[in-house]
């Protein structure tokens, strides 16, 4: 039986609903960052992730514990792992995608922005938003 009232699904989608949740959050952010604090208010690029980091990850947590619980992803660390990396995958992926597609860059222009500060970082956040569900609490037993 399924715990926390939900139904118990595969990592790999429990992964796909945290990717999709938070991207959902993020993009919006992303632009207010983009346009509202880093050109707005003209604090760089790099301070404008360092605004923004932890406002995604505190969300980030958020909706890791609502899909865990939700979807009854077990406690173990492989399908936390599982659940993680999903998520990290399909948003390597999609800002991948976004930056061909919307900013018109090649997809080797777009790796080398890694190379840059602000995206390093926005890159080590990526990371902790794939680890999340692993550092997320167990369910409580009942």
């Known amino acids: 039986m399924a715990r926390g009232g939900g139904h118990s699904v595969s990592p790999v989608w429990a992964g796909f609903l945290y990717f999709l949740l938070v991207f959902a959050v993020g993009f919006p952010i992303g632009t207010v960052r983009t346009l509202g604090i880093e050109a707005g208010l003209g604090v760089g690029r790099l301070m404008a992730v360092v605004i923004e980091l932890p406002i995604m990850l505190g969300a980030s ?12 992803v077990g406690d173990g660390l492989a399908p936390r792992l599982a659940m993680g990396g999903v998520a990290f995958l399909l948003l390597m992926a999609a800002e991948a995608g976004l930056s061909v597609v919307l900013m018109g860059r090649t997809l ?9 500060a602000s995206h390093g970082l926005g890159l080590l956040g990526q990371v902790c938003f794939a680890l999340i569900p692993v550092l997320h609490p167990a369910r409580a037993a009942g």
Not at 109 to 115: E, K, R
Request: hydrophobic residues 55%; proline residues 0%.
């Open 108 to 116: 080797e222009a777009h790796v080398a922005l890694y190379g840059e």
């Open 61 to 72: 947590w958020l909706v890791a514990g609502f899909v865990v619980r939700r979807l009854s």
